[in-house]
Structures are given as structure tokens and as C-alpha cells.
């Protein structure tokens, strides 16, 4: 990697921790002081941003910069070229209040390619725009229009769930900070950013008799169902440090996937579980969307949508596309998916008759599909039916198998190289190798799919393969029994380097404090590799 160190330089490290210095009362595991829920009008002093700032969505030329306040404000965004911010430029973002629970975003348009940005945000008192909070700052590097500059990030998925919350015994979630240190250019979140059908408790009997202590609020006591409730799980990972320094560092990329509604879930849904006065899951789907797009930066609305859409292209320069699905809004109901004729699937028509048009206009070498579930993973719900795309059956397509069957032929027939599938949901690491001279359907081109997470939730074991597209697991690394702790099971997380002067791909799949596990280095233009 060429074009940057594989950390920020001390300076810049020290000027990023001074920036989040935050109140003492978020490290701790008494939260309640906080003011989980909306911030109460009646507050002296000034506006405060104490959920620190994250950018997402990063392009050439533009980016997104999110911020909480605890009270009305206004958001101000000021970037410069330099930490000194000489010369600033400044930006005047939404008025921020108790419609979007005090979060807001603010575009940042004709930035410079190619370059390191340091932006602030302030919050201005809306009554006295001179009384402005302590800023917050954050840095990202818009996307390089050179081929030749390298491009890095990681990805994984699954945060906060089966009960794993923030552990201060542990020092809360470290492998953000590991994960920081790699000076990616953005992150990829598979989905499972909440978990909001799993309440976190304070304290958990592992099975060596040892206690694993968790910080807890209000909103995590209790599957989500209010407004209230979702947006208080997105709010609880951003009271561990870490989380809130590698915001402020590394830029996102976010989709989501069940967890972010209730396990398995699909359109139409009605539910059965007693835990649940809301049983209408369309009604909790609406509502978690609405707070996920409060809490990320990421542009959810497009010209002509009635809603908020999570699918959407970044296109990251010449070396790469990013092609983010939602496999959970647009889906059929979960089945033992194995009609032969199936014309919803699990992306929607829509959504695949998109991402066909998007991958046959893309002229970046490498099209990486982030996927939020895996395409040859039987991953069950329940005794019968079955919750991502394959069945178990290794016969030709069936079920939403015919979607992607669709989706692969196209990616042959168009010509269309560089495809590399990226996912997490499984909470498990592993690389499978697809091709038809192994596979029931025969119809496409061999293709990579690699797997990491979960990032802080269950380790679980590894599930079985469906032969229809014919993978190969080349690698795998999962617990022998199901919710091991992070303690048990260290995180996994993912990390991608394209060489701007060969163009070569290189998949790393790593585990916190252990390094590499596995490695495969990717040819651009070939086939069948």
C-alpha cells in the first residue's frame, strides 16, 4: 500500500483522541445519567455532541457528516485541508431536534478528490448562534480518481447481539480500536448493526463460572418496539469509546439486515412471540428504518422513492464499485424454499432488475456485491423453513435460488469481471470458491464469497453448504458450539487491499489479537480464480 502509512502518524492520532474527549459519565456502566432518551429542553450552558461524529458514504467529491445534539441546535460543519483548520470552510446543516432525536447530517459537497479531510461540527444555540458547543471533530479521505492509488477497508457485521454488550471489564469493544489502526478508507457493516429483539442484561454466568459484566440502558432491557426503544439500541453502541474514535477516524459504508427488526423477519410478517404487544412487523420494520436512518449517514432517499431505500452503488474510483443489497425489505416470506417459480425472491424484482443495469454500467475493476446474507449457506428458521438463499437441496435453482441463478447468468453473458461477494450474518468466518464445474446450475462464471463477524455478539457453529452453485469451502474458522461469548471467541472482521499499480485484490480474513488468518490474492480481468 502506497499512498499512506498502515496508521496515522502520532500527531494525528493524539489530535483524534483529544478531540473525543467526552464526559466521564459515558465510559461508565451506569448510563442512566445520560439522558438516553430525547435530551430535555430546560438545559443550561451550551450544546453539547458528546456521541461524537461519523462520516459515511464517501465519494470523489462529496460526503456525509452525521452528529447528535442533546438539545435544539443548529449543525455547523466546518472542514479545511489541514488539522489547524486555516481557512475553513463552513457548511450550515439541519436544525436539530426532537424529530429526528436530536441527530442530523449534512452534505458536504465539491470537496477535492483524492485528499484527506478534516472537518468540526459545531452545534449552535438556534436562539444565539454565538453560543456554540466545544467542536467534534473527524477526518475521511474522499475517493481517488487515480488508478493508481490503493484503496483499503474492512468490513464485518453483527454488533451487540445474543446478550454480548459492551463489557467495561474488558475495556469495552477494542477491536474497533484495532480495527483503526489499519487506517482503512471505510468500513463496510454487513448488517446486524442492533440488535434490537436481544435485550442485554447486566451480568451473564459463562459456562467456565466466570461472570461477563455488560453496560446497560433502558431501551436494551426489552425487545424494541417504539420508535423510542430502536433508537436507543443504535444509540447504545456509541457509548463505548472506541466506537465513537473509529467514527471519527473511518468513514461508512452501512446496510442493514434482520437483527435491526427482529430475527428472520420478512415483509408481511405477523408474529407470534409473547414478548411482543406489537405484532405487525411491517409496523416495527417502518420504524427501526426510520431510526437507522437517523443514526448512520447514509443517503436513504432517492428522487422518486416513496421511502427511504437502504440498495444503493458507491462508486470508490477507477479500482472500485461497492454495490450495497438489502436482501430483507424486498423478500418473500421465509419458506421451504423450494418453488419452482419465483419471481420476488429475495431481492425484489426491482432491486435485481437495478443491480443488473448498475453492474453492466460499472467500468471499476473490482465490483465488490455486500451482501447481507450469504448465497451458499443453509442458514435455517426454524425446523422447515429457511431464511437466505439456499435450501439444502443441491439440485438446480429453486426457491430465491432462481433470483441469484438470474443474477449470475447476466454476470456472465454481460461480460462483467471483478465480482467479489462480501457478507457477515452467520457469525463465523470462512471463504468459499463457486463454480460450475462443481455446481447443479452450470450457467455462470466462477466467483469468490467471503465471510467475517461477528464484529461484538455469539460465535456460532459453522453451517452446512448447498451444492446448487458449487462452492468450496476453502477456509473456515467457527466455535463447536452455538453463542460463545467474545471473550471465547474473538471478533472477526474482514479487510480488502487493491493495489493501484497491479491491480491484484487481497482478501484477509482477521480475528482480534490474532492476526491474519487466512489470505487470497484476486487477478483483475480473469475469470475462475
Excluded at 356 to 381: F, H, N, Q, T, Y
Excluded at 440 to 459: I, M, Q, R, T, Y
Aim: proline share 8%.
Amino acid at each position: 500500500m502506497s499512498h499512506r502509512p498502515s496508521s496515522p502518524s502520532p500527531r494525528r492520532r493524539s489530535v483524534l483522541r483529544g478531540s473525543l474527549a467526552v464526559p466521564a459519565a459515558l465510559a461508565v456502566p451506569a448510563v442512566s445519567a445520560l439522558g438516553g432518551a430525547a435530551p430535555a429542553f430546560a438545559l443550561s450552558g451550551r450544546p453539547s455532541a458528546r456521541w461524537g461524529a461519523q462520516a459515511g458514504d464517501v465519494g470523489a467529491h462529496s460526503g456525509l457528516v452525521w452528529v447528535r445534539s442533546d438539545r435544539p441546535a443548529r449543525m455547523i460543519v466546518e472542514t479545511s485541508a489541514t488539522e489547524s483548520f486555516r481557512r475553513p470552510k463552513r457548511w450550515y446543516g439541519p436544525l436539530l431536534g426532537p424529530r429526528t432525536d436530536f441527530t442530523g447530517t449534512t452534505r458536504l459537497r465539491e470537496l477535492p478528490a483524492g485528499e484527506q479531510i478534516h472537518y468540526r461540527v459545531l452545534l449552535a444555540d438556534p436562539d444565539d448562534y454565538r453560543r456554540t458547543s466545544k467542536p467534534v471533530t473527524g477526518t475521511f479521505r474522499t475517493v481517488s480518481r487515480s488508478r493508481k492509488d490503493d484503496v483499503r477497508f474492512l468490513w464485518s457485521g453483527d454488533i451487540a447481539g445474543q446478550g454480548w454488550g459492551i463489557n467495561p471489564d474488558l475495556g469495552g469493544w477494542r477491536v474497533y480500536e484495532e480495527m483503526r489502526r489499519r487506517n482503512p478508507d471505510f468500513f463496510l457493516c454487513s448488517g446486524d448493526n442492533i440488535y434490537a429483539d436481544g435485550p442485554i442484561q447486566a451480568s451473564v454466568t459463562l459456562p467456565d463460572g466466570r461472570v461477563w459484566r455488560n453496560v446497560t440502558t433502558e431501551e436494551k432491557s426489552k425487545v424494541a418496539e417504539t420508535l423510542a426503544e430502536f433508537r436507543g439500541n443504535f444509540r447504545y453502541n456509541l457509548l463505548d469509546e472506541h466506537v465513537r474514535r473509529f467514527n471519527a477516524q473511518v468513514p461508512s459504508i452501512v446496510q442493514w439486515d434482520d437483527h435491526e427488526v427482529r430475527n428472520n423477519w420478512y415483509p408481511g410478517q405477523i408474529l407470534e412471540d409473547p414478548r411482543y404487544t406489537e405484532k405487525n412487523v411491517d409496523v416495527l420494520a417502518g420504524r427501526s428504518l426510520r431510526a437507522f436512518s437517523e443514526y448512520y449517514p447514509i443517503s436513504t432517499q432517492r428522487p422518486g422513492d416513496k421511502d427511504g431505500r437502504v440498495y444503493r452503488v458507491l462508486r470508490h474510483g477507477p479500482l472500485l464499485d461497492v454495490f450495497v443489497l438489502d436482501m430483507r425489505t424486498y423478500r418473500n416470506a421465509n419458506s421451504p424454499n423450494r418453488q419452482p417459480d419465483d419471481a420476488t425472491g429475495i431481492l425484489g424484482a426491482e432491486q435485481l432488475a437495478w443491480l443488473k443495469r448498475e453492474l453492466s454500467r460499472s467500468r471499476a475493476v473490482w465490483k465488490v456485491i455486500a451482501s447481507d446474507m450469504p448465497l451458499g449457506l443453509v442458514v435455517a428458521d426454524g425446523a422447515k423453513n429457511f431464511e437466505a438463499v439456499a435450501q439444502g437441496d443441491p439440485g438446480a435453482p429453486l426457491g430465491r435460488e432462481l433470483q441469484i441463478a438470474e443474477l449470475l447468468r447476466h454476470i456472465k453473458h454481460r461480460r462483467i469481471t471483478g465480482t467479489v461477494w462480501l457478507t457477515a450474518d452467520v457469525h463465523y468466518t470462512s471463504a468459499q470458491h463457486y463454480d460450475p464445474s462443481r455446481a447443479a446450475f452450470k450457467d455462470f462464471a466462477p466467483f469468490w464469497e467471503f465471510v467475517s463477524g461477528p464484529l461484538a455478539a455469539g460465535g456460532f457453529p459453522a453451517v452446512k453448504l448447498d451444492g446448487t452453485f458449487g462452492p468450496d469451502q476453502t477456509f473456515v474458522k467457527a466455535p463447536d458450539r452455538p453463542n460463545t461469548s467474545p471473550a471465547e471467541t474473538p471478533p472477526y472482521y474482514g479487510e480488502v487491499d487493491i493495489d493501484g499499480g497491479s491491480g491484484e485484490l487481497t482478501v484477509r480474513l482477521r480475528q482480534q489479537g490474532g492476526g491474519v488468518l487466512f489470505t487470497k490474492v484476486l487477478q483483475p480481468g480473469r475469470v475462475g480464480q
